[in-house]
């Protein structure tokens, strides 16, 4: 069908299962902040905040790949045996202190540092939260449902590119007032998923890896 019907289709179904609707939304927080990060806001924070040269960005692309991959190949090894959603919990909680890390530092060894953490903790909850879906999803909606899902991640970016785009952000280093913003963000949506956290869990197999 077209992307109307598609839509329809996802709304209809997550309607009957709000707590699948609500880990959906919620757990796309750290991939928000993440491509906000990467496209938008690091090579203003390099230039502003660390007043470093531009190579500086272009090596930190390089650490997040490397997060990325260790990720994809070890992050079901790592969060063995412990429940998706807290897994989640514990990744989300890592990006928070990241992007407090970010606000307080002014060394460029933390932030390809954190480059690196947040390659693992973005494409960790990304790989958690598809085999969440897997799980809890029939096939034939789980396109549909992930329409839903993707429009609700552009909306939020295109909310915050809207807010960072004021001056304010571009000017005497107060880039890192995106990143407060932004860590409060994700701290809203820990807080959701942690109060929901038996709703959302229930009757669910642990991350056996």
């Known amino acids: 069908g077209n992307i109307g019907e598609r839509l ?6 997550l309607k009957k299962q709000p707590y699948i609707f609500l880990f959906g939304i919620v757990t796309h927080a750290v991939f928000v902040v993440t491509l906000l990060h ?7 924070y390099v230039t502003q905040h660390l007043e470093a040269p531009a190579q500086v960005f272009a090596i930190s692309e390089v650490f997040y790949a490397t997060g990325a991959i260790i990720a994809g190949v070890a992050i079901h090894k790592i969060f063995g045996g412990m429940t998706f959603v807290k897994a989640i919990i ?19 060894w933390f932030f390809y540092l954190v480059s690196i953490f947040l390659g693992i903790t973005n494409a960790g909850i990304r790989v ?12 034939q909606v789980m396109g549909r449902v992930n329409s839903i899902f993707f429009l609700s991640n552009v909306m939020a970016r295109i909310v915050f590119l809207t807010l960072f785009s004021f001056a304010f952000f ?30 959302i869990t229930l009757n669910k197999e642990p991350n056996e890896g």
């Open 128 to 139: 958690i939260r598809v085999s969440y879906l897997f799980q809890v999803l029939p096939n």
């Open 90 to 108: 514990i990744m989300m909680l890592i990006t928070i202190l990241e992007l407090v890390g970010l606000i307080s530092s002014t060394e460029v």
């Open 170 to 199: 571009h000017h005497s280093g107060n880039v890192i007032y995106t990143f407060l913003i932004l860590s409060i963000f994700i701290f809203v949506c820990l807080l959701i998923l942690m109060f929901f956290y038996t709703k």
């Open 8 to 13: 329809k289709v996802g709304y209809q179904y």
């Open 38 to 44: 990467v496209f938008n806001l690091a090579p203003l």
